[in-house]
Each structure stands twice: as structure tokens, then as C-alpha cells.
């Protein structure tokens, strides 16, 4: 009997997610003081060690452009193909 497979938000991201050998461990200071302003073209690119406000894996490695900029998050907008049309998408 084969079981089914999970639908989960972060289903199948066991490779995706993960870092680097020898590279694990906390973020350093520098990654947080990066300013951005609004127009700024920026990658997507989540930290498996910090799940708090990660998109999802469709957005990993993704280019999009910085549409809001608070003091705990950028908005960005991504462009998405949806059943032959594409949409932008706000992360």
C-alpha cells in the first residue's frame, strides 16, 4: 500500500531550504541593516534558520521589485504564470 504524500506549506523543501555545509548557525547583523527603497530590484531568497515571514517555495530565487518598505518587512512584487496569464504577485 502506497501512502500519500503531504500538501503542506513547506512540503518537499528538505533540499531547497537547507543551508550550506558548515554554514549554519544564526544570521549575522549585516544581512538586517541592508536598505532598500522603493523601486529596488531584489531576490528572493529564504533562510532556512529563520522561518518567521518566509514566502513561499515558489518565490525561492525569484527577482522581483521592491514595491514597500516597513521597519519589520520589504514588500516585493513578483510576477507569477497562472494557467497561461501572468499575474504580479505581492510578497
Known amino acids: 500500500?502506497?501512502?500519500?504524500?503531504?500538501f503542506g506549506y513547506r512540503?518537499?523543501?528538505?533540499?531547497?531550504?537547507?543551508?550550506?555545509?558548515r554554514k549554519h548557525g544564526v544570521i549575522g547583523l549585516s544581512r538586517y541593516l541592508i536598505n532598500y527603497k522603493k523601486g529596488d530590484y531584489v531576490d528572493l531568497i529564504a533562510d532556512g534558520s529563520v522561518t518567521k515571514g518566509m514566502p513561499h517555495k515558489f518565490y525561492h530565487g525569484k527577482t522581483g521589485r521592491v514595491f514597500n518598505v516597513t521597519k519589520h518587512a520589504v514588500g516585493v512584487i513578483v510576477t507569477k504564470k497562472v494557467n497561461g496569464r501572468i499575474i504580479p504577485k505581492r510578497v
Do not use: E
Open 1 to 6: 500500500i502506497k501512502m500519500p504524500h503531504c
Open 11 to 21: 512540503a518537499r523543501t528538505r533540499d531547497l531550504f537547507c543551508k550550506a555545509f
